[in-house]
């Protein structure tokens, strides 16, 4: 089992652009791919429920079939377990579940397992390194399918490959100048579960036990949903959080009645979101 450590964050509608054109990346060669995944679950999401992602992607290489785990994430900074092998082609390899990850799913679950949703994307990858780190960064850029529904995929993961996972927030903070991003907590997983199934958040703001992490779920709810009260519900948490960087932003969503989610997020909002992470972890 390899454990993955990576920190994602959302991108606004001119984000891929002026990532591309970002000078922390120029002089570095680029790799892009073409990814086409199949996630699996059981009938009575036994998998989402255990915070378990199981998956198909289909390469320019071949199958690969990879079980994450939950693990533990903070305000966009995910470390979980990962296993990932090569299979022969798109059918599950159960076999493989048992020998590579035994215990994760009990044998019941495991003879019920079908297709849920697919996420299909183009990845343009560069390897960075930073303060003796080295990172991979990853630009997706797709669609996540459930049933008849889908909803764009348009997200950066910054991914440590060697050294300290502080080096993520300080090339974050690099790209951070002229690049429309914020952290993001829901992983392509969880937001082709709740868009299979619809998203849900708890309904009392004061009984969150993280506020930030609280907002950043209803930024992405409203990302997928376009729903005014997932946007209202993130005000809310930044409010609570205090600081005058999560403040600003909260003033920023009250303000945003008529603006789209891909749209409301600006390069000038990027810096302030970074330093609300740092006063919520502090």
Do not use: C
């Not at 009938?43 to 079980?67: S, V």
């Not at 974050?172 to 998203?199: E, M, Y």
Request: aromatic share 6%; hydrophobic share 40%.
């Amino acid at each position: 089992m390899a454990q993955e450590i990576e920190l994602k964050l959302a991108l606004g509608a001119s984000g891929p652009h002026a990532l591309r054109q970002h000078p922390r990346l120029a002089g570095h060669d680029m790799q892009r791919a073409w990814l086409a995944n199949t996630y699996y679950d059981t009938p009575g999401r036994a998998l989402e429920r255990a915070r378990i992602a199981l998956r198909i992607r289909r390469t320019p290489d071949g199958y690969l079939q990879t079980l994450k785990t939950a693990g533990s994430g903070q305000g966009g900074l995910h470390a979980r377990g990962e296993w990932e092998w090569p299979i022969d082609g798109d059918e599950l390899d159960i076999d493989g579940i048992r020998q590579h990850a035994p215990d994760t799913i009990d044998a019941a679950d495991l003879a019920q397992l079908l297709p849920r949703f697919t996420t299909d994307f183009t990845r343009e990858r560069w390897d960075i390194v930073e303060a003796d780190a080295t990172i991979e960064v990853a630009l997706d850029i797709g669609t996540i399918h459930a049933g008849d529904r889908q909803v764009p995929i348009r997200e950066l993961e910054l991914e440590l490959k060697a050294g300290s996972a502080e080096a993520l927030w300080q090339l974050a903070a690099s790209l951070a100048d002229g690049v429309a991003l914020r952290p993001a907590n829901a992983s392509k997983a969880q937001r082709g579960a709740a868009l299979h199934d619809g998203w849900t958040l708890p309904d009392n703001v004061a009984d969150a036990p993280s506020h930030w992490n609280a907002a950043l779920e209803a930024l992405d709810a409203w990302q997928d949903t376009g729903h005014a009260d997932y946007r209202h519900r993130a005000g809310h948490h930044l409010q609570a959080l205090g600081g005058n960087a999560a403040q600003r932003l909260a003033s920023a969503l009250r303000d945003a009645d008529d603006a789209r989610p891909d749209t409301w997020l600006t390069p000038e909002m990027s810096r302030d979101w970074l330093a609300a992470w740092h006063h919520a972890t502090a």
